[in-house]
């Protein structure tokens, strides 16, 4: 089975902060790659997916990159609605797998 | 638009089963896989299994075989999840979601149910 893992867990930033986060698959995935935004009691909402493709109605600030084994999604400007945590997602081969997320704090 | 409704809270005690429904409006409903997600208050996303609507083919993540069940009633367009040999881990928000494959055959979970809440405590 392909293991997921995010870093950091966690991160403190600022409105206006460009922040990156990464997802490590335990192998190669190609592109197979999705991320999802949950905030606090929501459902989680996709973002991204094919590593880099911007899902509908998602604003430009988001952007996905990587392929095979590593990937980071970043935000190019930190907005308010944008505290929450963050999940990758391999969608390579079943079992789908979740990374442990990483939340977005305000600093 | 494509809607996942689930059934309400639940509490169940330990060795106790828990079913949670699903049911799916605005498309077809055979069409596209239904998973089920699982998560502990505080903790992060586990995928439990997947269900064909249109074959009821079935498979589940190793940790909850022989535990879990999924069907469905194509005939209402709902899906069922059945967690057998409940215990206090198993508390958690449980979640049916579609998954979809874009026109590349890259596959995501795109609409969700809106979650339901087990609780397992004697």
């Known amino acids: 089975d392909i293991q997921m893992t995010q870093s950091p867990s966690s991160l403190s930033a600022s409105v206006g902060d460009k922040i990156t986060f990464t997802c490590r698959a335990s192998q190669n995935i190609a592109n197979y790659l999705n991320w999802y935004q949950q905030k606090p009691g929501k459902v989680p909402k996709l973002l991204i997916f094919?590593?880099?493709r911007l899902q509908s109605g998602v604003p430009s600030r988001f952007s996905g990159s990587g392929s095979g084994t590593d990937f980071t999604l970043t935000i190019s400007s930190l907005q308010p609605e944008d505290f929450a945590s963050y999940y990758c997602?391999?969608?390579?081969?079943?079992?789908?797998?979740f990374g442990q997320g990483t939340k977005v704090e305000i600093k | 638009q494509v809607q996942l409704v689930q059934s309400g809270a639940e509490v169940k005690k330990p060795g106790a089963s828990v079913m949670v429904s699903c049911k799916a409006s605005g498309y077809t409903f055979t069409i596209y896989d239904i998973n089920w997600v699982r998560q502990a208050a505080g903790q992060g996303l586990e995928w439990m299994g997947w269900m064909n609507p249109n074959s009821g083919d079935t498979g589940f993540a190793q940790k909850f075989q022989g535990r879990v069940t999924m069907t469905r009633d194509t005939s209402i367009s709902t899906a069922y999840m059945e967690l057998s040999s409940l215990r206090a881990e198993d508390t958690a928000v449980y979640y049916c979601a579609t998954n979809y494959y874009d026109v590349s055959g890259y596959p995501y979970f795109a609409q969700w149910g809106q979650g339901t809440l087990v609780t397992v405590s004697s």
């Open positions: 997602q391999q969608s390579y081969s079943i079992p789908w797998a």
């Open positions: 094919a590593a880099s």
